[in-house]
C-alpha cells in the first residue's frame, strides 16, 4: 500500500511538473518551474504600505487618471497631430527637471510643471521654505539666465513656497 | 478708404493694450501657431532687440507707428481659425474667449465646429526583454475647435488673429486658413467672340 501511494504520489508530481512551462531533460535532474509574468503594471505606482508614508495628490493617483483626475507636468503643442519636435522638447524637459531638482536641493514640494507658451519656456515649482528668501531669489535669478542662455529663449520660473509639502493622503 | 483708417486707428489702441499686456516678441508666435498657413502674414510690430531674456516686468516697450496706405485693403471672405490640444476643456474655455472677442470687435463669426477627434495609438512592449505576449497601449488625443470668420478685412483679421494668438493657452496649437477675395481681371469680364465675330468658321 504505501509503495503504490509513494509511486502515485510521484506520478503526480511528474504530471504536475510535466504541466509547467519548461521541459526537463531526465526525471533525476531538478527542472525549472516558471510561471506567467504577473501582469500588474508599477509604473508610476507607490504601492499601499503602512499607512505611514506621506503621499501628494501627483503621487497618488496612477497614470490612467491622466486627463480624468491628473493634469500633465509638461504642456507643449509638439506631441499634437501634425506637429513634429517632440523627442527635443522631452529631452529638453529632462534636463530642465534634473537641473531644478539639483538647483533647489531638497526643496522642492512637489513636481516641476514645465509650460511652452510661444518662446518662452515657462517653470512652475512649489518650493519648501528652507532657504532664506535672498539665497531663493539669487538661485532662481541664476537658473532663468542659465537656462535661458542655454536653450536660446526666454525662461521664466515661477516659485511658489509652502511650509510643509502638501499631504495628499498616507499610504 | 476711410474704413481700413478708421480699422487701423483702432488697431493702434488696441495694440497699446496689447503692449502692456505682455512683452514678447513677434517671433514668440510662430512656435506655438502652426507652420501652415495659406498666406504668411508676418506679425512684426514689437522690435524689440533685449539683449536680456527674462521678463520681469511687463513695460510696454516703443510706440506702434500707424502706416497710412492708400492701397486697397485685402478682404477675406472666410477665415478659419483651427485650434488643436489634448484637453477638450480648454479648448471650451479657449472658444469662449475667442468668440467673446469677435463679438465685442463687431467681426460676423460663421459655426463653431468641432471636428472629430484624432486618437494616435501606440502598442510597445511591456517588459525589457522577452514577455512578448504582454505589452503596454499608449494613445495620444488630439482634440479640435474650429471657429469661422465672416467676410472680414486684413487690418481687422491681423488685429484680431494677434490678439487671440498672444493669450493661446500653453499646449495649443493653431493653424490659420484665410480664403481671400480678389477682384475680377479686366481680360475675363467679357467673353471673347463679343469683340471678335467668328467667321472663319464659313470659310473653312
Redesign the interface.
Known sequence: MAASLSSSGSARLMTALARSSMLHNSFESRSLHVTAVCCKNRAARIRIGKGDRPLTYEQAHHPHQIAHRKGWLSQHTSNLKGVEGAAERTVEDVFIRRFMFGTFHGCLANEVVIKRRGNMLVVCALMLQKLPPQKFYFLIGYSESLLSHFYKCPVKLDIQTLQDKAVYKYL | MAAPLALRRDFFSLARILGGISQ??P???S??S?HRKCSQTPFHFLQTSSPF???ATYLSSTPLAITVTDEPDTLFQKVLVLV????RAVLDSYEFFATMAAKELGITMGKVSEPPK?I?RLTLL??VHI?KK?R?QYE???HYRCIELLHITGCTAQVYLEYIQRN??????MEVTKTAMEKIPDHILEPIWKDHPIDDKSSK
Open positions: 514678447l516678441g517671433r514668440g508666435l512656435a506655438c502652426s531674456f527674462h521678463t488643436k490640444a489634448h484637453d484624432d494616435e511591456k517588459s514577455y504582454h503596454v495620444m488625443r488630439t493661446l493657452p500653453e499646449g495649443v496649437a
